[in-house]
């Protein structure tokens, strides 16, 4: 299994970003996917999740601004940042239940 998240940067407060998540190695298609993030010094917490077939949740600090989505074709996961806050600031992870991928970092300052 490999997940490996990129588009992560710098923006600044009420900017926008988009992530995107590669994954290989696993059945992409029938696979419940998620994006977890670390704050600096704080633990990892659940972000946004997909269902193989569409179904969409989130943390409630994110509802209205983020947006998960998926291409299966593609083997690819992504979440679209948008109205991004400091408190945003973390490594973004895309996770299965059992496996975190390389990270991606979002700083957002002014």
């Not at 998540?21 to 990892?44: D, H, I, K, L």
């Not at 989130?58 to 989505?69: E, H, L, N």
């Not at 806050?85 to 700083?107: I, N, P, Q, W």
């Amino acid at each position: 299994v490999q997940l490996q998240a990129s588009g992560g940067g710098w923006v600044q407060p009420g900017g926008s970003l988009r992530l995107s998540c590669a994954a290989s190695g696993f059945a992409f298609n029938r696979t419940y996917m998620r994006w977890v993030r670390q704050p600096p010094g704080q633990e990892t917490e659940f972000v946004a999740s997909m269902s193989s077939v569409g179904n969409a949740y989130y943390q409630d600090a994110v509802k209205g601004r983020f947006t998960i989505s998926r291409d299966n074709a593609k083997n690819m996961l992504y979440l679209q940042m948008n109205s991004l806050k400091s408190e945003d600031t973390a490594v973004y992870y895309c996770a299965t239940d059992s496996v975190r991928g390389r990270g991606t970092l979002v700083t957002v300052s002014s």
